[in-house]
């Protein structure tokens, strides 16, 4: 399923937010606010699911050329390149922890599959090739398996696999009824999957009643809720060292960026604006993160540093 849903910061984290600017973007993505109008884009670009690879670049999806593709640039927002091309929309795209490739979701098979293209644009290839979808893949910390969330257990909900990298070895690690787990990513230390448990109902076309972050063993024994919260938790996502997560929460009205230690203490709420802000990714240095923020139409990219 392709899915895809300045700033007062708090004083007391003395965070700051820094909007990208791509070189020759329809659009260059604002600093700051107008103080009494906003203007409304007539095309509104939007930049979704960033992820950084350790070398500092930035993969995400757009919208820019129509439909979405996969693009690249510099954490400043220079040397911007879109990566993939062709037909079908390119999605939730990861690095490689060795940043030599970036593995996305795509229907340009005719069905949504999970992918594997070179860094540099070179050596596209289908992983999965499998007539149910597959989506939100991310990488093990050795370069050697792919975790990924698929409907192929009944065709309609998400469960957990991972996948060796040459499409061998398939395993299936979740199998939750009518729960869907997705948007899962190994710890750093590969010992454990981080990932979303949509909880939902019997009963119409399956209501939604929440949402949690879950960390399991990475052999899909051991599950633990580590937010345990009646609002929608979700986008889930490791610092490069393992002891922190930030995720995306409603519990305060709008969508905000939140972390919390591995075992779900110490929660705290980094950025608070009105605005929606989803889908944090760490930086390498594990001082900050990436995210998206939804306002008017568009879906920006900006970073945030943390305690």
């Known amino acids: 399923m392709i899915r895809c849903r300045l700033l007062a910061l708090r004083s007391a984290l003395a965070a700051s937010v820094v909007a990208f600017s791509f070189i020759g973007a329809p659009h260059a993505l604002a600093a700051q606010e107008a103080a009494r109008a906003m203007p409304t884009p007539v095309l509104p670009v939007q930049d979704a699911y960033p992820h950084v690879s350790r070398e500092g670049l930035v993969v995400f999806q757009s919208n820019r050329v129509g439909g979405w593709k996969l693009f690249v ?27 030599a490739q970036v593995v996305f979701a795509s229907n340009r098979g005719g069905n949504e599959d999970v992918w594997i293209i070179g860094a540099d644009g070179t050596g596209l290839r289908n992983l999965t090739n499998h007539p ?8 093990s910390p050795d370069d050697r398996l792919i ?13 957990v696999y991972i996948v060796n990298v040459d499409g061998s070895g398939l395993r299936r690690l979740t199998d ?4 869907w787990d997705t948007f899962p990513s ?28 879950m960390v399991m063993n990475s052999d899909g024994t051991g599950a633990v809720n580590l937010t345990r919260h009646p609002w929608f938790d979700g986008w889930p996502s490791w610092s490069p060292d393992g002891r922190r ?14 972390v919390m230690n591995s075992d779900g203490s110490a ?32 879906i920006e990219m900006l970073q945030v540093r943390v305690p």
């Open 73 to 99: 640039a510099r954490l400043d927002g220079s040397e911007l390149r879109q990566l993939t091309n062709g037909p079908g929309e390119d999605v939730t795209p990861a690095f490689s922890p060795d940043g």
């Open 132 to 139: 149910a979808s597959d989506s939100h893949p991310s990488w």
């Open 147 to 159: 975790a990924f969330c698929s409907t192929r257990g009944d065709g309609e909900n998400d469960d």
């Open 176 to 179: 939750n009824g009518l729960d």
């Open 186 to 213: 190994f710890s750093p230390d590969g010992r454990t999957i981080l990932f979303r448990r949509l909880l939902r109902e019997r009963g119409g076309e399956g209501t939604l009643t929440n949402s949690e972050v």
């Open 245 to 258: 997560i930030a995720f995306s929460s409603n519990r305060s009205d709008a969508y905000q960026i939140y």
């Open 267 to 298: 929660l705290m709420q980094v950025v608070d604006s009105p605005y929606t802000d989803v889908r944090p990714q760490w930086l390498p240095d594990g001082r900050g993160f990436i995210f998206n923020r939804e306002h008017d139409g568009r």
